[in-house]
Nanobody, 116 residues
Framework: VQLVESGGGLVQPGGSLRLSCAAS????????MGWYRQPPGKQRELVAS???????DYTDSVKGRFSISRDNAKNTMYLQMNSLKPEDTAIYYC???????????WGQGTQVTVSS
């Protein structure tokens, strides 16, 4: 499966962005999926996940600000990011949670920069 992230950009603190993750195959629908991010100079971390029934889970630093969703009919997952902070600056990736090399390799990601 190929995963393609989009929707990143430059935004001011307090702003919003909506990221999309498009999967090339319907196998997407049987996986718990996650949004990960890798800040400059740091390791990649899981920030949000959503299971096959649509139940979301978030890391503490984004709770109340980010919202994950999926549209299985479109093989697409989303991340609505509100009240963005400079510390949210990172490359954002999507993949299975946990990552499964038999499902998909990492895509290019989409850059999110929060700066005034």
């Amino acid at each position: 499966v190929q995963l393609v992230e989009s929707g990143g950009g430059l935004v001011q603190p307090g702003g919003s962005l909506r990221l999309s993750c498009a999967a090339s195959e319907s196998m997407f629908v049987i996986y718990t999926m996650g949004w990960y991010r890798q800040p400059p100079g740091k390791q990649r971390e899981l920030v949000a996940s959503i299971n096959v029934h649509g139940r979301p889970d978030y890391t503490d630093s984004v709770k109340g600000r980010f919202s994950i969703s999926r549209d299985n009919a479109k093989n697409t997952m989303y991340l609505q990011m509100n009240s963005l902070k400079p510390e949210d600056t990172a490359i954002y990736y999507c993949n299975a949670d946990p990552p499964d090399p038999d499902f998909a390799s990492w895509g290019q990601g989409t850059q999110v920069t929060v700066s005034s």
